[in-house]
């Protein structure tokens, strides 16, 4: 019989964290992290990690795992993961994958096996070259032109997606999106369900600006700095909420543009979590405007896909 799982997708801001804390105690479940960034130690404001006294609530899974300069694919994610679920089901806890990271959550929970196209370092040295002689710009330019799909889901600023994709194409003659096609198909290696949480545009928008405002009132900055001072990572460099804040601290931008910018990328990233969300026709999708009413919900939908 497969491991029973729940999986807790949707935008960033929308309230996933309080959601899952609250489910987790009900169903007597544990956390794991879905979120790219707070993997790495020493990025916890401006990733909104979780507090120790959110933490000591329930026991959570691959937060903190790596410092910021150390490699971190989404394939050492699916070892971990699938490690991590049998670890808590092993003990008759309910594993509860919680996280925007929409290729976090497929890499783990489907039959997903990762591109085997083999490194070609002498093409990634020239497409690096390329972005420092011409500019990372155009580099993205050409992988929209030959891998759209791809395209559409990388960050414009993610060098090291960027070129790795063209690094593919430029090795096999076939883009990245032609290779993910052959090698896999939607399919749960888990008995999961799905739950996407969503909330009305506007209301969704404003909690996006709060947090912000509070990521900056909390020390978001000397965050900032502090890594800075480390020997700021690319990781860092290329994360929604720190490469906004590293303009303002070196003076090349005022504070209130810093601040704009940021709510402005968090507004496209979240947009952006909700495209790849509703792609996948097994996520359920809940208002949780009324977070008492989409916790009732949820339950019912546990109870009758697990009788729980």
Same mark, same amino acid.
């Given at each position: 019989?497969?491991?029973? $799982?729940?999986?807790?997708?949707?935008?960033?801001? !929308?309230?996933?964290?309080?959601?899952?804390?609250?489910?987790?105690?009900?169903?007597?479940?544990?956390?794991?992290? &879905?979120?790219?960034?707070?993997?790495?130690?020493?990025?916890?404001?401006?990733?909104?990690?979780?507090?120790?006294?959110?933490?000591?609530?329930?026991?959570?899974?691959?937060?903190?795992?790596?410092?910021?300069?150390?490699?971190?694919?989404?394939?050492?994610?699916?070892?971990?993961? %699938?490690? =991590?679920?049998?670890?808590? =089901?092993? #003990?008759?806890?309910?594993?509860?994958?919680?996280?925007?990271?929409?290729?976090?959550? #497929?890499?783990? $929970?489907?039959?997903?096996? *990762?591109?085997? /196209?083999?490194?070609?370092? %002498?093409?990634?040295?020239?497409?690096?070259?390329?972005?420092?002689?011409?500019?990372?710009?155009? +580099?993205?330019?050409?992988?929209?032109?030959?891998?759209?799909?791809?395209?559409?889901?990388?960050?414009?600023?993610?060098?090291? %997606?960027?070129?790795?994709?063209?690094?593919?194409?430029?090795?096999?003659?076939?883009?990245?999106?032609?290779?993910?096609?052959?090698?896999?198909?939607?399919?749960? $290696?888990?008995?999961?369900?799905?739950?996407?949480?969503?909330?009305? #545009? &506007?209301?969704?928008?404003?909690?996006?600006?709060?947090?912000?405002?509070?990521?900056?009132?909390?020390?978001? +900055?000397?965050?900032? #700095?502090?890594?800075?001072?480390?020997?700021?990572?690319?990781?860092?460099?290329? &994360? +929604?909420?720190?490469?906004? /804040?590293?303009?303002?601290?070196?003076?090349?931008?005022? *504070?209130?543009?810093?601040?704009?910018?940021?709510?402005?990328?968090?507004?496209?990233?979240?947009?952006?979590?909700?495209?790849? *969300?509703?792609?996948?026709?097994? !996520?359920?999708?809940?208002?949780?405007?009324?977070?008492?009413?989409?916790?009732?919900?949820?339950?019912?939908?546990?109870?009758?896909?697990?009788?729980?």
């Amino acid at each position: 019989m497969k491991t029973r $799982i729940i999986a807790i997708v949707g935008p960033t801001a !929308v309230g996933k964290t309080a959601l899952t804390l609250s489910l987790a105690e009900k169903v007597g479940g544990e956390v794991i992290s &879905a979120d790219s960034m707070q993997v790495y130690r020493g990025m916890d404001i401006g990733t909104a990690k979780l507090t120790p006294a959110e933490r000591a609530r329930i026991p959570h899974h691959l937060i903190d795992v790596v410092e910021p300069g150390e490699a971190f694919s989404a394939a050492d994610y699916q070892r971990l993961a %699938r490690a =991590a679920v049998d670890d808590i =089901a092993s #003990r008759g806890r309910l594993p509860i994958f919680s996280g925007g990271t929409g290729m976090y959550i #497929r890499a783990a $929970i489907d039959d997903y096996n *990762f591109v085997t /196209v083999s490194n070609n370092p %002498r093409v990634r040295d020239e497409l690096r070259r390329q972005a420092r002689d011409t500019g990372l710009s155009q +580099l993205y330019v050409r992988l929209a032109d030959l891998d759209p799909p791809v395209a559409a889901r990388v960050h414009k600023n993610d060098e090291r %997606r960027i070129i790795r994709a063209l690094e593919v194409f430029e090795t096999t003659g076939h883009p990245l999106s032609f290779w993910e096609s052959q090698k896999d198909a939607r399919q749960a $290696i888990y008995d999961a369900v799905f739950i996407g949480l969503d909330r009305p #545009r &506007a209301e969704l928008y404003a909690r996006i600006e709060q947090r912000v405002e509070t990521m900056v009132a909390t020390g978001l +900055l000397d965050e900032v #700095r502090a890594l800075m001072t480390r020997g700021i990572s690319l990781v860092a460099h290329q &994360a +929604l909420g720190y490469k906004e /804040v590293i303009p303002f601290l070196e003076g090349r931008c005022s *504070f209130q543009e810093m601040m704009e910018t940021i709510k402005r990328e968090t507004r496209r990233y979240a947009k952006r979590q909700l495209t790849w *969300f509703r792609a996948d026709a097994r !996520v359920q999708w809940l208002n949780v405007s009324d977070e008492a009413k989409a916790q009732a919900e949820i339950m019912a939908i546990l109870a009758h896909r697990f009788g729980l």
